[in-house]
């Protein structure tokens, strides 16, 4: 494959795998029942859906399976890459925490002092 064309495919795998996440998102809903954002969640993924398909079917270079398999591995990459930015904020915070609370004690032990 040229590198045009490796370049071209990741480009189309990765615009297809934010499809594909917001697809699988959205069929994972915790939506309640009787809520009116249905309608638009309906949509949300039929649009998805159809642009999957659209992008899966204008790649000629290797079967829709191997790009549907490409693809899922992208999404796998992505939720990695969130995983570990929201446990660097998670911890982050942590430490600010505790770096604030910690300061506010020794202020509070200078000045009962």
Known sequence: MSYVTEVFMNRQIAQAAVSLDI?????????PADSKKHAILARVLKEHADRFQQLAAQQTVMSPDEFFKRAIE???EIRAEAAILATQRREKRERDEAERAHILNMMGATAAA
């Open 23 to 31: 697809v699988q998102a959205a069929q994972n809903h915790k939506l």
């Open 74 to 76: 992208r999404v796998r």
